[in-house]
């Protein structure tokens, strides 16, 4: 690609999604919901995640050399 | 009010709310802005930005005054983002709130803008969140990247391939830019 073909496909970039306009606002006071968020309790992992991830170190256990293939999909 | 003085990213530190709530008056449009910019769905960004000030106060112990809060901000912004963009599915229409320039060129037609945004919501999050900063919002690279937490460089190529594969789908759609 060219310097020709990267700036035509920059124009059509900015032509099809406009930039955001300068200092947007969000439309409404965000602080009471960042409060309300801080307090919620934070949600327990459901059990089965708790399973497999014993099931998953188990599997390392027996079988190490599955570490790196693993970790490469990761 | 108190300003966005060294007391207050120390108290902000040792975990005072008050503190926290006086960086979030501060900063919350700019910590918005970015996110929007990123998205591009204002009420998507209005949960991103609780969601990053939720990451942000959680995070206060781990907090370097001495380096300042707005890129610090800036970058759990980003995460924020990046984790949301890369749970959408691949869209099949426009996100809301996306509107015609208002100095549209009238020899790109609607149809070639609409499908050259399709294509572009197509990209991989990585390289559309670089493309999204750089090309349309024209942010400085060192921004994206203290943003990314990667290098310039890094960020340059990240746009170049973002190009190349847009490129590649509009070329496949007939479309020649």
């Known amino acids: ?74 | 009010m108190r300003n966005g003085s060294i007391d207050v990213l120390n108290d902000f530190r040792q975990g005072d709310i008050a503190a926290f709530e006086t960086l979030f008056r501060l900063h919350q449009r700019a910590v918005y802005g970015w996110i929007l910019r990123i998205v591009r769905n204002p009420a998507a960004a209005e949960d991103l930005t609780v969601e990053s000030f939720w990451r942000i106060h959680r995070a206060h112990a781990r907090f370097q005054p001495s380096r300042g809060f707005e890129a610090w901000a800036r970058r759990i912004a980003t995460r924020a983002a990046f984790d949301w963009l890369r749970i959408q599915h691949p869209e099949t229409e426009l996100p809301v709130g996306l509107q015609a320039p208002a100095t549209a060129d009238p020899a790109i037609s609607g149809e070639i803008r609409r499908k050259t945004a399709l294509a572009f919501y197509r990209l991989p999050p990585k390289l559309r969140v670089a493309a999204v900063l750089a090309v349309i919002e024209e942010r400085p690279h060192k921004d994206i990247a203290e943003a990314l937490g990667i290098s310039v460089a890094a960020v340059k190529l990240r746009v170049f391939r973002a190009l190349r594969l847009l490129r590649k789908d509009l070329g496949e759609q007939g479309i020649t830019p």
Do not use: T
């Open chain 1, 1 to 74: 690609m060219n310097a020709n073909d990267e700036l035509r496909i920059k124009k059509l970039l900015q032509q099809a999604l406009p930039p955001v306009e300068d200092n947007p606002e969000p439309g409404r006071d965000l602080w009471p919901v960042v409060l309300r968020r801080m307090d919620a309790r934070p949600v327990a992992p459901p059990w089965f995640d708790w399973a497999l991830v014993a099931g998953l170190a188990a599997f390392a256990a027996f079988f190490p050399a599955s570490i790196p293939v693993f970790l490469y999909y990761l």
